[in-house]
């Protein structure tokens, strides 16, 4: 077990516009971060991942990733750090050995296939199996220097279980929805350990320094409205009721984003959550007639945008800012993670319109 970092002093926020346009406050500019922003696009990234020797040792070691997730922000001025580690740390934890096999992403040597395996699996303590991370989110957290806030983060209940009963990556969810729809009892026993044990990771993580939390549910947007809400959205307000929401005497906004959840936007935003992610399949200025007088807004261009010649990423950034309008409350990002064959220097064209394109917005 790696040795706990102990938490240090930490310094004024010198850049709070995330934290504020979460609070939807004021800002001058629209804030602007990258899901994925720490990765695989980055050369610097794979000279650190090749000293590491795998990912998951990247993760578990707090200097490197400490040092992965600061390198972004040496390239571009991105207004938050999001913690460097992977979603399926609590999984692993679990007992479910996570392995990535070359070309096909995670798997597990033990997924859950009865309801045996779910009776077997306990809470991780996030400050024992799960204390990597948390020493991972101190040393950021000191080396940030208080120049911009940090965002930790976990996978949703319902995207951790189709990893851990598909056993790996899926295209269809046929055993989850098997045991969905087959079995509901001991899929809902699963969810149920699992909303418990992101809420508890999640809370350790603020403790430890995290300003801001997200929620990645990257496989609601596979189910019907009557199934997302009873096999994911519910165990998310249950996670979302059970953080903590105020730490150093400032408000921890957290943030609930469904890949394809464009068709849920209200009742995700009913959930008590501050801002609600948007992917790219919806128009944002719908979204913000929808639910932006109730909750933050982030999001949410087509990351493949990334593709495009300088002056059609501007464009389309300028599309998106004039589509949410004026005011506070919209966080730029894409929407979803940055793709790893993207030029780093068009992430710089990104970043740099939001922050030029935007003033106009925020008078």
Known sequence: MSQNIPNVDKPALKNDRYLRALEKKPVDVTPVWMMRQAGRYLPEYKATRAVAGDFMSLCKNAELACEVTLQPLRRFPLD????????????????????????????????????????????????????????????????????????????????????????????????????AFAEPAILHTLLEKLADSVTSYLNAQIAAGAQSVMIFDTWGGVLSPR?????????????????????????????LFTKNGGMWLESIAATGCDAVGLDWTIDIKEARARIGDKVALQGNMDPSMLYAPAQRIEEEVGTILKGYGEGSGHVFNLGHGIHLDVPPENAGVFVDSVHKLSKQYHK
């Open 80 to 179: 938050a750090a999001i913690l460097f580690s992977d979603i399926l740390t609590i999984p692993d934890a679990m007992g479910l050995e996570l392995y990535f096999e070359a070309g096909e992403g995670p798997r597990f040597k033990k997924p859950i296939t009865c309801k045996a395996d779910v009776d077997k699996i306990g809470i991780p303590d996030p400050e024992g199996e799960l204390q990597y991370v948390m020493n991972a989110v101190r040393t950021i957290r000191r080396e940030l220097k208080g120049d911009v806030p940090l965002i930790g983060f976990s996978g949703s209940p319902w995207t951790l279980a189709t990893y851990m009963i598909e056993g790996g990556s899926s295209k269809a969810f046929t055993k989850i929805k098997k045991m």
């Open 227 to 255: 199934d997302y809400k009873e096999f994911s959205l519910q165990y998310m307000e249950r996670i979302v009721s059970g953080l903590t929401r105020e730490n150093e005497g400032r408000k921890v906004p957290v943030t």
